[in-house]
């Protein structure tokens, strides 16, 4: 099983510059460009050399040979009522992207309480707390978070409701769940007085949601914790799979406008709804591959003034995606020609007349990447999978991981535990029955990662 060093991340993340963005995404697929190819090939060299050194614990059974994490094991589920008490209680509290701050000071608060050092929140509102390992400045530092931010607006009543072990609330489980875990976690940590070999940062991140686009994790890698992660984990969500690569997104809102005028009196004149159907039409025969899975969708449509007038603004949001990042910026480029034939297709219609014009704006763009499916980190969730004796459900999503896993840092998103139905409605409910499953695996992977003393 190859692993990789700390050094060598370290080492490679300092050089990435090196590689332009969609270079040092290692996607098969991307072997279709031959310009890719010598890199890919580096980096498989990369990966092997790296393989004398040994970081990550590969079987987290073994750490339960030490008393302290034994017992921390046993802790975490016999704490599991009061964790998910804390879950409904942080659900509880609104918190729609780009308004986290409320949710943000409940977490602040706690852990400061915890005992966590450097506890902080950041210039965009991400709320981060330290806990420091005792291995040296080459010793691994894993970001451990969960995202604040929910799809539900200010006004949203949050009303708990109890079914036995279901509990019906807006975001429960998305993320409730996960920013639960973090608490439960670093609560369990310093209770326990587990010593770590690496760092892990535990982060309540914001922006993780639709417009979002990943805001607070990026500023993590660009400001805030530049140069310091060597690996992620997000928690987001029920259930008990582990996501290993990154579907990515690009998003548009695009605009058609002209003059307008009287449907009869300025007949003659291009019309941005007229636009809008030809590009709308052209997109529905888009032919994308399935494997690696590749989609498309408008999915708001807006404009006109009234029924008898051409009119002056029409516009619609599309949203791409692929788990392959050269299938993402080959449907990307063959929207923006077909956008651009649509807008000339219109004013030639109606010989320049009143001509009109197309804008097109980046309103989400969320890298795509996947990793080797023998790397550390996802065989560190393997690990703990088998010992919990749960079945290996590894796939796809966009998370955010994302961010992470495009530049080449090891990073998965796992599952918080619980089952979870109905995520971003208003019916989200969220079942607690054997959830100490998903916070005892959570422990482990963390673990896992860092070391222990
Ligand atoms: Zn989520």
Request: net charge positive.
């Amino acid at each position: 099983m190859p692993k990789l060093s700390v050094l060598f991340l370290r080492n490679w993340r300092q050089n990435r510059f090196f590689y332009p963005p969609a270079v040092r995404i290692t996607s098969l697929n991307y072997m279709k460009n031959k310009f890719y190819l010598p890199v890919h090939v580096l980096l498989v060299v990369c990966f092997c050399i790296s393989s004398i050194f040994g970081q990550l614990v590969n079987d987290v059974s073994s750490l339960l040979e030490k008393p302290n994490v034994k017992k921390a094991f046993e802790y975490i589920r016999e704490i599991e009522p009061e964790t998910i008490e804390e879950q409904i209680k942080l659900t509880e509290i609104p918190a729609p992207t780009f308004q986290e701050q409320k949710r943000g000071l409940y977490f602040k608060k706690r852990f400061e309480e915890i005992g966590l050092s450097n506890v902080r929140i950041d210039s965009v509102g991400n709320v981060i707390g330290e806990r420091n390992g005792k291995g040296g400045k080459d010793a691994p530092t894993l970001v451990l978070a969960a995202h604040l931010d929910t799809v539900f607006a200010m006004e949203t009543k949050l009303e708990t409701r109890r079914e036995g072990t279901i509990i019906k609330l807006p975001g429960i489980s998305d993320d409730g769940r996960g920013l639960t875990l973090l608490l439960a976690i670093a609560k369990t940590l310093e209770k326990h007085g587990i010593e770590t070999i690496g760092n892990i940062i535990f982060v309540a991140n914001v922006g993780e949601e639709g417009l979002g686009d990943l805001k607070g994790v990026r500023h993590l890698f660009n400001v805030e914790l530049k140069d310091r992660i060597t690996h992620f984990i997000s928690i987001d969500g029920a259930g008990l799979g582990v996501t290993t690569g990154a579907v990515g997104s690009k998003r548009y809102r695009v605009t058609f406008s002209g003059r307008g005028g009287h449907s009869y009196g300025a007949f003659g004149m291009a019309n941005p709804i007229h636009a809008v159907g030809r590009l709308i039409a052209k997109v529905s025969n888009f032919q994308t591959p399935v494997d690696p899975k590749t989609t498309f969708s408008v999915g708001m449509i807006r404009g006109g003034t009234s029924v008898n007038s051409i009119a002056r603004t029409a516009s619609f949001d599309i949203d791409m995606r692929s788990r392959d990042p050269y299938e993402l910026s080959r449907l990307d480029k063959r929207f923006k020609q077909n956008a651009q034939a649509a807008l000339d297709e219109e004013n030639a219609r109606w010989k320049n007349k009143g001509k009109i014009r197309l804008d097109i704006k980046l309103i989400g763009d969320r890298p795509t990447g996947t990793q080797p499916q023998d790397s550390p980190i996802i065989q560190v969730a393997a690990s703990a999978n088998k010992f919990m004796k749960i079945e290996n459900d590894f796939g796809f999503s966009s998370t955010d991981s994302n961010m992470p896993i495009s530049i080449g840092v090891p990073a998965i998103t796992i599952d918080g535990g619980g089952k979870g139905k109905g995520a971003h409605s208003l019916d989200e409910q969220w079942d607690s029955k054997d959830s100490h499953i998903g916070s005892q695996r959570a422990l482990l992977i963390a673990l896992g990662v860092v070391g222990v003393q």
